[in-house]
């Protein structure tokens, strides 16, 4: 593939280490890739560490022409730092590129990059960026521009701005802005950043789907009203709640050159929240492709003909508690209702078996630096005498979740055990708008979170002490500072060792019940091609095509 | 005549006016306006940057204060941002503030702007009710004639096997809610698996997997029969029952009524009796109920269209309700009063000038 450009002898010393361990068994493939494409290391280069041949790209093997039609939400767009669903981005895909792509495999691909490199320490990045890209107002792409869009990220004072978050070793914590020394823009086509602290996921986060690089004259908004950006497709029509219709820009010169840009035109068709809906459309001819098929539909689109594609992820629903709300400040309670609940069974009942057993922790074989602890024994007789022991045997509990099929199914799967475990409680099922009002608030809830490429990624997220997400209110000490300690080391086997650590407190604390792994599923008609689904929901229409 | 039209008007605007504070009221309880804020900022925001949000965007102030700014009757708030520039009701919808009008409301000709469509709330309506307007169309072009013709066949000799059959399928109509006739015609119709479409495939009757299409969505563009029967046949089947029936009661009356007998005793043949003689007198009831039916189909067009997936009104209020879509909604209430009162009032004068025994005023 022409877009990789690192020479072997820049290869990080980490990611040697890494193909070490592939041999000697302790690491798998897919690990291995992510890890060391994190560390700048080109998929072929990883490939070829390995002893083995990069994958030919498929989609060199395109055909031209044809307008898809994808069932998918249109929702309402903003500015792209703020943007809080997969499918905002999506759209856009076809104007606004990002510095690098996290590919189905697991590993990273540089797309508006050309190549990076980190230093041991992972405290200084510099990044290369693409020769031969232009905007497609004529203007080329330098590395100011990706400068301009570090400064964007980092501006903790936009609200809902997700990236700040992701960009915390280089902002200024005082004025909630990047540090004036973090960005040096060396040359029109090199950019260093210096770290304030070990970061292994900065390159990782810039794949995320907020980090769509936009033009320097973007004034925040909407990203459809003007639509300036590097990629080979322009929006025609954006309704919201109805669909949008995207076409290729033949007035642009893309520098990916024939390498993708198959379609004629991308229809997004927005047929609404419920499948049924769906299915009749699919039936009748109306789409070509689904955006994600769920629960009982994956058997009934299969027997309409369609095909089903699969992507194993790390995506889950997390079973929590806020500790900030009594009972549940009670470690004991909390470690008494999730001793009660099989995990299988939840799989199994919530989620139609379509996915893989978890261990409550929230870090998935996936993950590169995962730790195999030993296996989780349900022990509903013991959690009964637990909450006996601490006087709350009758106290009924109340487990809150949205209206939406598996979201509830596995609510219940979960209630359903702590019913036959002895245990007082009731189920409570919210409507959507209603529900995201106060998800990080309830006592007792659910909460669906998409996967992270890394381990670390979606602790620091979620179970760090005062963290925006932190929905379970978790403040544990020794657990910051490892996690801490943990971002700031490449090496596997001493990752590995803190990340054991903390996924025993995470057990230990009984912070959630985090059933299951889903696998994620979509359908699409025969003649779709390259379509397959994508782990974190990212739809690369730049590189589907239709066999005519 | 023109002061009953007047007081007529009045109820209009009297009621629109406290329907109106109502879902203005109910939409801007605090944790309705939290719902906004996230939908429109991003779901996962702190608290702090909720209330920021809801300062920034002018809904801290008083409710009635804000409810006068929409109906344009207070000047619209403006608001200095700390490093940028002037915002405001009346600003963000012009490209220079200087250009910008003190007020802006419903009396200026403003309905706002829609938080869920990112779009002015006029331009929203006034496609979706166009869309809208075609399915009420030809739900009329099906319902009423089939309905009165039903009716009146029904209704000519009571008691008889054609009277008894009609009736029976009139109830049946009638009695099945938009929601189960919609499901089982997509089930029947419009699935390639069950159904009636794969015997069609199998015959070579068909070409496409469906008979008819399960989702109307692409009616927007084009209408065809294909698309919109299914639509079309779910909420003129509900209605026709009941208008086939109110025919059929009044036509009985009207059958036994002296001048028919005269006129059969005259040696007129039946069908002279029916249609020159019953026909307009039996008429009458249905007429106000087929006014009267509007207002319904405003409410079967709600489940219809979220259904079939037709973006119109219905399907409209239903997504500014699921996302507390204030001014849209405020709207859409507007446009009920005003649908509801209209058809009531056309019906009334309709009614005056079908039987010339009743008097206005």
């Not at chain 1, 690192?6 to 068994?25: F, K, S, T």
């Not at chain 1, 100011?144 to 902002?171: K, Q």
């Not at chain 1, 409570?428 to 106060?438: C, R």
């Not at chain 2, 099945?176 to 794969?198: D, I």
């Amino acid at each position: 593939m022409k877009l990789q450009t690192i020479p072997h002898d820049r290869i990080h010393p980490a990611a040697r280490m890494y193909a070490g361990e592939v041999a000697a068994g302790k690491l798998s493939r897919r690990e291995f890739l992510t890890r060391a494409t994190a560390l700048g290391v080109s998929a072929t280069a990883a490939y070829g560490l390995l002893g083995l041949t990069a994958p030919a790209a498929k989609a060199q093997t395109g055909t031209r022409g044809g307008t898809l039609r994808m069932q998918m939400d249109i929702r309402a767009q903003k500015d792209p730092r703020t943007w809080d669903w997969s499918e905002l981005a999506n759209v856009c895909r076809g104007w606004l590129e990002y510095l690098v792509e996290y590919q189905r495999d697991g590993s990273l691909v540089p797309r508006l990059l050309e190549s990076w490199e980190v230093n041991e320490d992972a405290t200084e990045y510099t990044l290369t960026i693409r020769q031969g890209v232009t905007w497609n107002n004529g203007e080329a792409f330098t590395a100011a521009d990706v400068a301009h869009n570090f400064e964007r990220w980092c501006d903790g004072t936009v609200e809902g701005n997700s990236m700040a978050g992701r960009m915390a070793a280089l902002t200024d914590p005082e004025t909630n802005q990047i540090r004036p020394d973090a960005i040096e823009v060396v040359d029109d086509h090199t950019l260093r950043l210096n770290l304030s602290q070990p970061d292994i996921a900065l390159i990782v986060n810039t794949a995320d789907y907020p980090a769509a690089v936009v033009h320097p004259s973007f004034p925040g908004g909407n990203p459809v009203d003007n639509p300036i950006g590097t990629g080979p497709y322009l929006p025609v029509r954006h309704e919201t709640g109805i669909g949008a219709r995207i076409e290729r820009n033949e007035d642009h010169d893309w520098w990916g050159g024939e390498d993708g840009a198959y379609l004629d035109a991308v229809e997004f068709v927005d047929l609404g929240t419920d499948p049924s809906a769906w299915l009749s459309a699919a039936e009748s001819g109306e789409i070509d492709i689904l955006y994600e098929t769920v629960g009982d539909f994956i058997d009934l689109f299969d027997a309409i003909g369609m095909v089903r594609t699969e992507a194993v992820t790390a995506a889950t629903i997390c079973v929590r508690y806020n500790q900030n709300n009594p009972p549940y400040d009670n470690a004991n309670v909390r470690r008494a209702l999730t001793m009660a609940v099989d995990n299988a069974v939840v799989l199994e009942l919530g989620y139609n078996d379509l996915g893989e057993v978890a261990e409550n922790h929230h870090v998935c074989p996936i993950h590169p630096e995962y730790a195999e602890l030993p296996p989780l024994e349900p022990d509903p007789e013991g959690a009964l005498a637990m909450l006996e022991a601490e006087g709350l045997a009758d106290q009924e509990f109340e487990l809150i979740s949205i209206d939406d099929s598996w979201q509830a199914a596995t609510c219940d799967a979960v209630a359903a055990q702590l019913r036959d475990a002895g245990i007082n409680i009731s189920r409570t099922i919210l409507p959507g708008a209603t529900y995201w009002n106060d998800w990080a608030n309830y006592p007792f809830s659910s909460t669906n979170w998409a996967m992270r490429p890394l381990g670390v990624q979606v602790l620091s997220l979620a179970y760090r002490s005062g963290e925006a997400w932190n929905e379970t209110a978790f403040a544990n000490e020794e657990f910051d500072s490892t996690l801490t300690q943990a971002m700031s080391i490449a090496d596997a086997d001493e990752r590995r060792d803190l990340m054991r650590r903390l996924q025993e407190i995470l057990q230990e604390e009984g912070v959630m019940i985090q059933p299951y792994w889903r696998s994620l599923f979509r359908h699409a008609r025969p003649n779709v091609q390259n379509a397959e689904m994508h782990p974190t929901f990212e739809v690369h229409y730049l590189r589907y095509w239709l066999e005519q | 005549m023109l002061f009953f039209l007047l007081r007529r008007t009045g109820t209009l605007l009297l009621t629109a006016l406290c329907l109106t504070f109502i879902v203005f009221f109910l939409t801007n309880m605090e944790a309705r306006l939290e719902t906004l804020a996230k939908t429109q900022g991003s779901v996962r925001m702190t608290d702090a940057e909720v209330q920021g949000w809801i300062v920034r965007n002018g809904y801290d102030r008083p409710l009635v204060m804000r409810y006068g700014e929409w109906l344009g009757v207070v000047p619209g708030w403006t608001r200095e941002e700390a490093d940028g520039p002037l915002r405001g009701r009346c600003i963000d919808r012009v490209s220079d503030p200087a250009d910008a009008a003190t007020f802006c409301g419903l009396l200026q000709g403003y309905w706002g702007y829609s938080t869920r469509f990112n779009a002015p709330v006029g331009d929203v309506i006034a496609t979706r009710l166009a869309a809208t307007g075609m399915l009420m169309l030809w739900v009329m072009i099906v319902m009423v004639p089939s309905a009165l013709l039903v009716g009146v066949l029904a209704g000519m000799r009571e008691g008889s096997r054609t009277d008894r059959g009609l009736s029976t399928a009139a109830i049946v109509t009638t009695a099945t809610p938009e929601y189960v006739s919609g499901v089982v015609f997509v089930a029947f119709f419009a699935s390639s698996t069950v159904g009636l479409s794969p015997f069609l495939v199998n015959w070579g009757v068909i070409d496409g997997p469906v008979l008819f299409l399960g989702n109307a969505r692409s009616a927007i563009d084009q209408i065809t029969f294909w698309n919109f029967t299914l639509p079309v046949i779910t909420i003129a089947l509900y209605g026709m029952g009941y208008i086939a029936r109110m025919t059929r009661a009044s036509m009985t009356e009207v059958m036994t009524q002296q001048y028919i007998r005269t006129a059969r005793l005259k040696g007129a043949s039946f069908a002279a009796i029916v249609l020159k003689h019953a026909l307009r007198n039996a008429l009458i009831a249905p007429f106000t109920v087929i006014m009267l039916q509007f207002p319904w189909l405003l409410n079967g067009v709600v489940i219809v269209e979220v259904l079939f997936s037709y973006p119109g009104f219905g399907w409209t209020l239903v997504e500014a309700a699921g996302n507390n879509d204030i001014e849209l909604l405020l709207a859409c209430a507007v446009v009920a009063v005003i649908v509801v009162l209209t058809t009531q009032l056309i019906s009334d004068i309709g009614y005056v000038w079908l039987n010339p025994r009743i008097r206005i005023s």
